[in-house]
């Protein structure tokens, strides 16, 4: 009968040798923070360029030799324009409203043959011509710079291009104005709602092309 080996049942087995190092696998965690370090910056990175870019897409600056010369004919901040036309119609030239306000900056045909009239331009246009980009964001930013100098205040003319010369009305009343200048309340909640988002839009522009 074969003899038992002790020695073969109670031997050690034999150890390998490890395939890395201590120090090489102290370097290959350093090298994977530094990595993931990275890697986390990078993704910042995109995710602060990705936000910008889409809140690009959302406030364009379309029209944009339109909204400039108009800005430099009626001393008016092109994110203003921008911003009321954004509000106004989305940046849709073929926007009408149920009130049959048009294009861009939504004009009125009655607001449009008077402001012709105010600029001794009677008959020049139709109403059809507020579907041009370049007629409607000129009136319209007129029509602006008229009510910022009929008011002396953003604020007023923001919105009076909304609700008419009734801001008059609204300054006069205590309830409304403690300056009679500037309106620490808005009566109309379409016109309230329209100047904050007036103001907001601005706000984005001037942070994501002006600042």
């Known amino acids: 009968m074969a003899q038992y080996s002790q020695n073969r049942r109670y031997a050690p087995r034999r150890?390998?040798?490890?395939?890395?190092?201590?120090?090489?696998?102290v370097v290959w965690i350093v090298v994977i923070a530094i990595l993931g370090t990275a890697a986390v910056l990078f993704a910042v990175n995109c995710h602060s360029r990705t936000a910008a870019d889409?809140?690009?897409?959302?406030?364009p600056q379309k029209y944009g030799e339109y909204v400039s010369k108009?800005?430099?004919?009626y001393n008016l901040p092109p994110e203003l324009i921008y911003a009321v036309i954004r509000?106004?119609?989305?940046?849709?030239?073929?926007?009408?409203s149920s009130a049959g306000a048009r294009g861009l900056m939504q004009l009125m045909p009655s607001s449009f043959e008077w402001l012709q009239e105010k600029r001794g331009e009677t008959g020049k246009y139709t109403s059809d011509s507020l579907f041009d980009p370049a007629v409607n964001i000129d009136?319209?930013?007129?029509?602006?710079?008229?009510?910022?100098?009929?008011?002396?205040?953003?604020?007023?003319?923001?919105?009076?291009?909304?609700a008419g010369f009734v801001v008059s009305d609204w300054l006069a009343?205590?309830?409304?104005?403690?300056?009679?200048?500037?309106?620490?309340a808005i009566p109309y909640p379409e016109t309230s709602n329209y100047v904050e988002k007036v103001e907001?839009?601005?706000?984005?522009?001037i942070e994501l092309y002006y600042s």
């Open 139 to 162: 009136y319209g930013a007129y029509l602006l710079r008229y009510f910022y100098d009929c008011y002396g205040t953003e604020q007023c003319a923001v919105a009076a291009y909304n």
């Open 200 to 205: 907001n839009a601005k706000s984005v522009y």
């Open 54 to 59: 889409l809140l690009k897409i959302s406030y």
């Open 173 to 184: 009343d205590p309830n409304y104005s403690t300056d009679g200048v500037t309106l620490s």
């Open 15 to 25: 150890r390998t040798k490890p395939k890395k190092s201590f120090k090489t696998l």
């Open 70 to 73: 108009a800005a430099g004919d």
């Open 87 to 96: 509000t106004e119609s989305g940046f849709n030239p073929d926007a009408e």
